[in-house]
């Protein structure tokens, strides 16, 4: 499809246990974004990626969370030993390039996390 | 302080009436603002810039002001369709960063 996607959909893990979140943004968005969005909260940065730039990681809560990205394209967040208060859902978004000040973010539907 | 401030509502309308949201932002450096629209347990998507001169879409209307650092959207002719989460964003000169506000909530009653 010509959408962001995202995998899982839902995923529902215990306590302790590590979690793998993909993303595979639009062909050709090299800007790529993290979020988190907690219920009743707004969107909460978590990381960027940019071509082959280093990645701006500062928005990481914990070292528990690791994000890569390959080839510039699919990306993955990691989370290692859940704690409860990681449900939340996980937004990825794209972005084109270039200078453009308007330039928009299109998101994917979202990974639903719970742990129990 | 939050970087980007939003009434959490809701705000709940008949069909056909004309509400405005508000939202402020700290950062006079800022540069790029949007609006935002998030149905229920759906991904964010882009409803408008806002232009410095403001700009109008439709029944949709956003105004910028940047003396008191605030954005409207005014929408008029509200439809249950419009019924939505609308998110406040913001990003500032020479970053990548958007600063999202947790949304003012909508409900366009029959």
């Known amino acids: 499809g010509a959408g962001v996607s995202q995998s899982p959909s839902n995923k529902v893990t215990e306590k302790g246990k590590d979690v793998e979140l993909r993303c595979d943004p639009i062909s050709g968005h090299t800007a790529l974004y993290w979020y988190r969005q907690s219920l009743g909260q707004g969107l909460e940065f978590l990381i960027y990626?940019?071509?082959?730039?280093?990645?701006?990681k500062s928005g990481l809560p914990s070292d528990r969370f690791s994000a890569e990205r390959t080839g510039g394209s699919v990306s993955t967040l990691t989370i290692q030993r859940t704690q409860q208060e990681d449900s939340a859902v996980y937004l990825c978004?794209?972005?084109?390039?270039?200078?453009?000040?308007?330039?928009?973010?299109?998101f994917g539907p979202g990974t639903r996390l719970t742990v129990l | 302080r939050k970087e980007v401030e939003q009434d959490p509502g809701p705000f709940n309308v008949p069909e056909g009436a004309t509400v405005a949201f508000n939202c402020t932002y700290s950062n006079s450096a800022s540069q790029s603002f949007f609006w935002y629209r998030q149905d229920c347990r759906k991904e964010p998507k882009l409803l408008m810039s806002?232009?410095?001169s403001g700009n109008e879409d439709g029944r949709f209307t956003a105004q910028l002001n940047r003396a008191s650092q605030y954005i409207s959207l005014l929408i008029r002719d509200s439809k249950l369709s419009d019924s939505a989460t609308y998110l406040c964003v913001v990003k500032g000169s020479g970053t990548y960063k958007y600063i999202f506000g947790t949304g003012t909530r909508l409900k366009v009653l029959a």
């Open positions: 990626f940019q071509g082959n730039s280093a990645p701006d």
């Open positions: 978004a794209g972005r084109g390039t270039g200078e453009n000040l308007y330039n928009e973010q299109f």
């Open positions: 806002v232009y410095s």
